[in-house]
């Protein structure tokens, strides 16, 4: 018998009917005799619902009243499915995420989770119960606050519960039936992926993929918990992600992925000398802003240039905070662009390949993309293009590393010179 922890979505429990399907997913597994513990998102929309009903009566509502407020949807959700299931005859109990132990920082909105002790779980399954857990959600142990875990934060809370438990697998279900090679919106031709190791996995979703969150990833890396994406929607084999394996070097590039909405950020005339860079990222940091790519000209009569990436949403926060520094180090003036994007291949075989950034960028430049900005690592090549060329990009990229193949049915990668 094995312990199973499941993830359903906003858009997998997003209806009565959604929560009944759900349900009987749910019932399925637990008749093989497998434990089930089942994290639920809230119903689709609930949660900007609830956020814009805060903000028609205060336009910067407090985050710890916030987090009480979003933290609600997922207990309703919750409580929707343990009734189904109950009504199905399959014994079930929901809890929040203050009854099962689930520990975090004081941080609102972003909150990380630091420990769940899990006993009311272990008590339940004990019963033969199903466990439904609201995802997103954690406490605060100092204060004793309701805490939320941010965007995505029920996949987090999942694959959290798996490792805390020593489930043998956790899986995600979502609207869709596992990691595809890109978007199929953009790509027809885009492929499922049978299985991809988690450092792919943690490119792509920190790139944008919204398949998975990028600390549900971390935390199955670091604790080798495999996960398995899947549709609740229709029956598939899904997506596996785990350790890397020998055989996943075989194919060079997995994927493309791409992130729309981001922001560039250039600092003009910011003097060159040791420790101007730490002083603002440093600042930046304060304001929980994601920074991503990072670039610095050459300095000229002692000034340089210094641009990064971040979040567009994250824009204001961000020159909030960059405002005081900039009078501080002496900068001439900050600039931004809200118009653009980031497309980026991904592939642990890269790194055992050469050639394959110069493979792209001529790819692009053939087909009249220019490149702003470059980033890369072992296993990803990241271009910063203008955001209305993102989805040529996209369709050039998979086209130029032949992604619609399965591996071995691909023609041979011919190495860079």
Excluded: W
Aim: glycine share 10%; net charge neutral; with cysteine.
């Amino acid at each position: 018998m094995s312990l199973i922890v499941q993830k359903y979505g906003g858009t997998s429990v997003g209806s009565l009917d959604r929560i009944r399907a759900v349900a009987g997913l749910v019932a399925e597994s637990s008749k093989k005799g497998d434990s089930l513990i089942v994290v639920v998102s809230a119903m689709s929309g609930e949660t900007n619902r609830l956020i814009k009903c805060a903000r028609e009566l205060n336009a910067a509502p407090p985050d710890r009243e916030m987090d009480l407020l979003m933290s609600s949807g997922e207990r309703v959700s919750a409580a929707l499915l343990s009734i189904t299931l109950n009504n199905m005859g399959i014994s079930a109990i929901s809890f929040t995420g203050r009854q099962i132990g689930m520990i975090t920082n004081a941080v609102h909105m972003k909150a990380r989770i630091r420990r769940i002790t899990g006993e009311r779980l272990r008590e339940a399954l004990a019963d033969k119960k199903v466990a439904v857990v609201a995802g997103f959600q954690g406490i605060d142990e100092a204060t004793g606050n309701v805490t939320t875990l941010g965007r995505g934060g029920s996949d987090t809370t999942a694959v959290a519960i798996a490792v805390a438990m020593g489930a043998d697998l956790c899986e995600i279900y979502t609207d869709v039936d596992g990691v595809y090679t890109t978007d199929p919106n953009i790509v027809k031709d885009a492929r499922r992926i049978e299985s991809i190791s988690f450092d792919e996995m943690l490119e792509m979703a920190s790139l944008g993929s919204k398949v998975l969150q990028v600390r549900a990833v971390e935390f199955g890396k670091k604790y080798n918990m495999p996960i398995k994406v899947k549709s609740s929607f229709k029956d598939g084999e899904g997506t596996l992600v785990t350790s890397e394996r020998k055989e996943m070097e075989e194919v060079v590039v997995s994927a493309v992925a791409f992130a729309r909405g981001q922001a560039k950020i250039t600092i003009l005339g910011v003097p060159d000398r040791p420790g101007i860079a730490a002083t603002i990222f440093s600042g930046v940091s304060r304001a929980q802003v994601n920074v991503d790519m990072i670039i610095q000209n050459v300095s000229e009569g002692g000034l340089t240039d210094l641009s990064f990436t971040v979040p567009k949403e994250e824009t204001a926060d961000t020159l909030k905070k960059l405002k005081p520094i900039v009078v501080e180090i002496g900068a001439r003036e900050v600039k931004t662009d809200e118009n653009i994007g980031k497309v980026s291949i991904i592939g642990v075989g890269m790194r055992s390949h050469s050639g394959i950034a110069a493979q792209a960028f001529a790819a692009l430049a053939d087909g009249g993309i220019n490149i702003m900005m470059i980033s890369t690592s072992e296993i990803k090549v990241s271009c910063v293009v203008s955001e209305e060329d993102i989805d040529k990009a996209v369709k050039i990229l998979h086209e130029t590393f032949d992604l619609k193949f399965q591996p071995g049915e691909r023609p041979v990668m011919k190495q860079g010179k």
